[in-house]
């Protein structure tokens, strides 16, 4: 089988490799390959270097060096380098970058200078964390540079601000007027962005945030409409329970869009293409005008890997069952 998932970070992360557990423990489905289009909208220049946060998470969290703890980063971190840059005042400071994270972005950005594209880069990258051999293809979305930016009170004026700045240094706690993503509307699909979608037998979205992550990744040109246009069963788990993100400020960001932070309102914004959309039991009041919704036997909770191997269980029964 051939599963696709549009993921942003944590959220994302953690339910790819529950689905990738719940894939390789069943035995007719052990050999289906995942294609994920991860979100770049979080990406940022720092100290000359290139990040790449929810790629970067993707990449440790499936390749078993994420920091479990943080759900980003790496495990077993130093902040030697870290400590060098606060010694000599080297801005920002807000924004921690581990020792063994910068050889992720020093490789990166050695490559990127190189001329190679993102995603050239990122299969290089994934290779070392051994993605191919697990059946995991990871695609950045574009190879087009792109930022959300933030556009926030300033007395009685307003400013822009890296969504970053915005998110870790700020904590979500600035009122946010609307997301601004720089380079969007020029970026194309990156290679194989299109293809997964159309080609899959499964198109997953996992519970990340539905506006600065998946609603992004829908955001350069041409992914809605194969997303409308694929064969294939799109289903959708809901990032919220009862109306709270299970982590992050994504309620922070429906509440900037004017969106009202429930499962019913985020199932609503993918209402052009969704088939399904699984919800919390809390949730099962929820009714979408053309998606399926269906709760869950239990809390919607990605507590570990068998759990959210459970909940990608539901949701590929749930393709199945809107696609028959
Ligand atoms: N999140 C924080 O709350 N504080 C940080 O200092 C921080 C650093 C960081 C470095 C690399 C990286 O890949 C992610 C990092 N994050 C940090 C998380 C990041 O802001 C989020 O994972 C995504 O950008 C939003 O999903």
Known sequence: MRIT??????????????????????????????????????????????????VDTLLYTLGGGVDEGQGWGRADEGVRVQEELAAYGAQPQWFRLGDRDLGTHIARSQ?????????????RLARRWGLPGRRITLLPMT???VETHVVVEDGDDER????????????????????????LERAHPAPGVLDAIRQADVVLLPPSNPVVSI???????????????TAAPVVGVSPLISGRPVRGHADACLRAIGVEPS????????????????????DAGATL?????EAFDGPLLMSDVEATGRIAAHALRLATAVSA
């Open 5 to 54: 998932a549009i993921a942003g970070g944590v959220g994302g992360a953690r339910f790819v490799r529950g689905l990738r557990h719940h894939l390789d423990t069943t035995p007719d489905l052990a050999d289906s390959e995942v294609t994920v289009v991860a979100n770049t909208g979080d990406d940022i220049t720092l100290f000359g270097l290139r990040v790449c946060p929810d």
């Open 111 to 123: 490559w990127l200078g190189q001329g190679q594209s993102l995603s050239q880069v990122t299969a």
């Open 289 to 293: 005008r053309r998606a399926r919704v």
């Open 160 to 183: 822009a601000i890296h969504f970053q700045e915005w998110w870790v240094r700020h904590q979500a706690a600035l009122p946010a007027r609307r997301f601004v993503v720089a380079g």
């Open 215 to 229: 609603g992004i990744v829908l955001g350069v040109p041409g992914v809605r409409d194969a997303l409308r246009g």
């Open 263 to 282: 499962a019913q309102a985020v199932g609503g914004l993918y209402e052009d293409f969704l088939d399904a959309w699984l919800v919390d039991p809390a």
């Open 143 to 145: 190879d087009t540079p």
